[in-house]
């Protein structure tokens, strides 16, 4: 997986207000049609909501990813918002969410799908790039923080691995 396929700059926004989930979704949605305007962002708005009726996709720590699949898309993209604020994102550890990380793929997951959502997961589970994200100041900044951090979950598994 290449970050810098998956999200494009325009789809990152630092220091965003949101009054509640709802919101979060909705400017999240507009986010993730940016690289894709065939698709209507009420349509993956629509989808996100559906999923999260599935059940929340808080990874705890303030972290959301937000996720579903959508009919007629070619290749899975993705979007990240920073809040200025933390809202209630029914997380099951409590903690309101201020980081989210937003994906929309095909509506056949493939292979690589599956894998991008496995790593992805891992990258937002890491607490360092969680913590460079967090201090970002501007969406470029967040986007270089995004983009720096990629690679340390894997590091850290080859690490391991060796060790």
């Known amino acids: 997986m290449n970050l810098e396929e998956l999200i494009k700059p325009d789809s990152i926004l630092c220091n965003v207000s949101a009054r509640s989930k709802k919101h979060c979704l909705e400017i999240l949605s507009e986010l993730l049609t940016r690289s894709n305007p065939d698709i209507s962002n009420e349509e993956v708005f629509a989808k996100l909501i559906e999923r ?3 059940g929340c996709t808080c990874l705890d720590k303030g972290v959301a ?3 579903c699949r959508i009919s007629g898309l070619k290749k899975s993209c993705a979007a990240l918002m920073r809040l200025t604020e933390p809202v209630d994102f029914d997380s099951s550890d409590g903690h309101p969410v201020d980081l989210i990380f937003g994906l ?4 056949n997951l493939g292979a690589e799908d599956l894998a991008d959502i496995d790593m992805l997961t891992s990258l937002l589970r890491d607490e360092a790039l969680c913590a460079r994200l967090r201090a970002a100041t501007s969406s470029l900044h967040l986007s270089e923080a995004l983009l720096a951090g990629q690679l340390a979950p894997v590091v ?3 690490s ?3 060790g």
């Open 52 to 54: 999260e009726r599935l």
């Open 65 to 67: 990813f937000p996720h």
């Open 160 to 162: 391991a691995q060796q």
């Open 104 to 107: 929309m793929v095909p509506e």
């Open 156 to 158: 850290k598994l080859m």
